[in-house]
């Protein structure tokens, strides 16, 4: 097989998406590249609306444009945390799929941007740093104080804290909520 490089995978996976007809946005690293500062990574994160009924369908359709997989791994890993994963050469993404009201809302403020010249679809500023805190890694970290930098003037801080808020209860960790307001007045 021919190596594939990150673009070209950026680009088959929004093709796929796009053929699909599914309702998507790009999120992790590559989403902090574009919309805070640019930083390496070697996978994509994508946040994909998909009935159960039709990953079937979706994988079919992803392995005919060359991505491979572990059927039954994918059954296992969606039954247990919501994700799989699709392997392109030596690169994978990893879907997640969509659920909670905080998702419902990203999708609602997704924006449109040009990448590797194909427009896609990325999450606002404010739902890549709750997606960011969500995480919480140290490196997630860092890509929320880029996202900040770059955005402080324009963040809707009354959202951010309003789905900090929810969020923290969700997942009954209000870490999130407390770490959100000292990355904010930093």
Do not use: C
Not at 1 to 27: F, P
Not at 141 to 155: G, P, Q, S, T
């Amino acid at each position: 097989m021919k190596k594939s490089t990150l673009d070209k995978v950026y680009l088959k996976t929004i093709d796929l998406l796009n053929k699909e007809k599914l309702a998507y946005l790009i999120i992790g690293g590559l989403a902090t590249g574009v919309i805070g500062e640019a930083r390496l990574t070697q996978d994509i994160d994508v946040l994909i609306l998909i009935p159960k009924d039709k990953v079937k369908g979706f994988l079919n359709s992803a392995k005919k444009m060359g991505f491979s997989y572990s059927f039954n791994k994918i059954g296992e890993d969606i039954n247990l945390r919501g994700v799989f994963r699709l392997m392109l050469s030596d690169f994978h993404v990893d879907f997640i799929i969509a659920g909670t009201p905080f998702e419902q809302s990203a999708f609602s403020r997704k924006k449109k941007i040009r990448l590797f010249n194909k427009v896609a679809f990325f999450p606002s500023p404010e739902d890549l740093i709750l997606f960011k805190l969500i995480a919480s890694r140290p490196k997630d970290i860092l890509d929320i104080k880029a996202v900040i930098l770059r955005h402080r003037e324009k963040l809707d801080t009354v959202y951010l804290k309003k789905w900090a808020r929810v969020i923290s209860e969700d997942l009954q960790n209000f870490k999130i909520f407390a770490r959100l307001e000292e990355l904010l007045k930093e």
